[in-house]
């Protein structure tokens, strides 16, 4: 076995829309993830996320862990001075407990914060600061993060998720501790090749089901085989809501330094994936519907004799996921209007309107003043109903899809109200819906409806889609288009497609 090392282990995630007027602070985290050092290992090492493979790694090569922190906050507007700095304080406290021979960080790559647009470089910056150029710091992302410069330079291992819906946080976190304990034995000396696109946007949204982006990770991983001294070659799809300098999909290679030809190599592998991202840079696989659209094809599914599973429709402009408000009503609207019949709808987060069923109680009916309240302006009027309370839950559940598979969560306060034959969820905390869990807890089973529809862009799809006779996506206007043109961009570079005509190199 190995020599015992200590490994500084955390977890700091945010994906961040700076279109949002909500901030996030640190109760934000407290009520997705928010654990502290001995609270991490029991909470986590039983799931599929980054911190557990962390976990398996330790065991595997023997490591001391020193675990601050695991905080993540559903994705909103800018994080808080307050709430960065107290992040920040828990993590380089645990520089301060003795000598380290490694970093390994699970963050997300999309994090703005009030005083610093590229909150994930700021944080390396200071470890750096603190642990020196030598210590090996690896760094998994998203597969949406917006690479910096920063980031690039300061991490000695990068590698983001290869799946969307990202099913491989495990796996991905893993093959980064793999190569730190290569760095840490002295076998490799790797570093990081970053360049970035002219793009906003590209790459297929991200989408790992066929298209632009599978393209060029299958291409990413033939390069990564081939090629001696490249130890890990990867895509990013970036994050287009960020409306900062450094947005965009992005190439980032792990290589070895002690290889003499690894960063030529690098370089040149960059350069052909991002001609392909550039020259492909408007091919996309799915598109969405606006609602009249929508409507006529969920009212043909739900009274379609031959076929009865369910026919999915993702609210995906309104993802919580994405940073929007989730608290949209658009949509619900649209299918209240066509008086669609056995319809699952959710999750909307409304804290008020979850209140007074449980006030309410079990069986009975009561008046509701749903959504829009986030921010009216984006949504228009609440609607005002009148329903009947069918399911009541605390809000705790544990995640049983492919997504973030055994981790806990929690929605706070959920009713589930029957209008008009729509069962509409509705909880305290806002969540994007990515897992099955979160209808099950108020008695409602997804695969009983003739409609379900998601405040989801595309996570949902691991959960929902095996069970769905189709699936397709609404835009109710909300905060996560792909319509850039609806959002006012101040910050990002230029010429950047699509909000400049470039010319690929």
């Given at each position: 076995m190995s020599q015992t090392r200590r490994v500084l282990s955390a977890q700091i995630a945010h994906e961040t829309n700076t279109f949002s007027v909500i901030p996030t602070t640190l109760e934000d985290y407290r009520k997705r993830l928010f654990l502290r050092d001995g609270e991490i290992a029991a909470a986590l090492a039983d799931t599929r996320m980054e911190i557990a493979a962390h976990l398996a790694a330790a065991k595997r090569y023997g490591w001391t862990l020193v675990q601050p922190l695991a905080a993540a906050a559903t994705p909103s507007g800018k994080v808080t001075a307050a709430c960065w700095a107290e992040l920040q304080r828990l993590v380089y406290a645990a520089c301060e407990s003795g000598p380290l021979d490694g970093v390994i960080l699970a963050l997300h790559g999309a994090m703005v914060t009030e005083t610093d647009d590229d909150a994930e470089g700021a944080l390396l910056e200071g470890l750096r600061q603190r642990l020196g150029e030598t210590i090996p710091i690896a760094v998994t992302l998203d597969l949406h993060a917006n690479v910096t410069e920063r980031m690039g330079r300061l991490a000695s291992i990068m590698l983001p998720y290869r799946t969307y819906p990202h099913i491989d946080q495990y796996e991905t976190a893993f093959r980064a501790a793999e190569l730190l304990q290569a760095a840490m034995d002295g076998t490799t000396r790797p570093k990081v090749f970053r360049s970035q696109a002219p793009l906003l946007d590209g790459c297929n949204h991200g989408r790992t089901q066929g298209g632009v982006m599978s393209d060029l990770l299958a291409r990413a991983a033939d390069m990564e085989a081939q090629t001696p001294g490249l130890l890990s070659v990867d895509v990013c799809a970036g994050f287009s809501r960020s409306d900062i300098a450094e947005v965009g999909p992005s190439i980032q290679i792990t290589y070895d330094a002690s290889h003499n030809a690894a960063e030529a190599a690098a370089r040149q592998a960059a350069a052909a994936l991002e001609d392909e991202m550039v020259r492909r840079r408007a091919e996309v696989t799915v598109t969405a519907l606006d609602l009249p659209d929508a409507m006529k094809l969920a009212a043909a599914a739900a009274t379609d004799v031959a076929d009865t599973r369910p026919f999915v429709i993702a609210d995906f402009s309104d993802n919580p996921g994405s940073g929007a408000y989730g608290d949209g009503i658009r949509l619900l609207e649209a299918l209240l209007q066509a008086e669609i019949r056995s319809v699952l709808f959710g999750v909307l987060g409304d804290p008020e309107a979850a209140s007074r069923c449980h006030a309410a109680g079990l069986g009975a009916s009561v008046g509701v003043v749903l959504g829009a309240?986030?921010?009216?302006?984006?949504?228009?009027?609440?609607?005002?109903?009148?329903?009947?309370?069918?399911?009541?839950?605390?809000?705790?559940?544990?995640?049983?899809?492919?997504?973030?598979?055994?981790?806990?969560?929690?929605?706070?306060?959920?009713?589930?109200?029957?209008?008009?034959?729509?069962?509409?969820?509705?909880?305290?905390?806002?969540?994007?819906?990515?897992?099955?869990?979160?209808?099950?807890?108020?008695?409602?089973?997804?695969?009983?409806?003739?409609?379900?529809?998601?405040?989801?862009?595309?996570?949902?799809?691991?959960?929902?889609?095996p069970m769905a006779k189709e699936v397709i996506l609404a835009d109710s206007g909300g905060l996560a288009t792909f319509d850039h043109s609806k959002l006012t961009y101040r910050n990002v570079r230029r010429p950047i497609w699509p909000l400049d005509e470039i010319v690929p190199g």
């Open positions: 309240k986030r921010h009216p302006e984006s949504y228009g009027p609440p609607l005002t109903l009148t329903g009947r309370v069918t399911g009541l839950s605390d809000g705790a559940f544990v995640c049983e899809g492919p997504m973030n598979a055994g981790q806990p969560m929690t929605l706070g306060p959920s009713a589930l109200l029957e209008v008009d034959g729509i069962s509409i969820a509705i909880s305290t905390n806002t969540l994007q819906t990515y897992d099955q869990e979160m209808f099950r807890i108020l008695g409602a089973e997804p695969a009983q409806f003739r409609v379900v529809a998601v405040k989801s862009a595309h996570h949902f799809r691991a959960a929902f889609a």
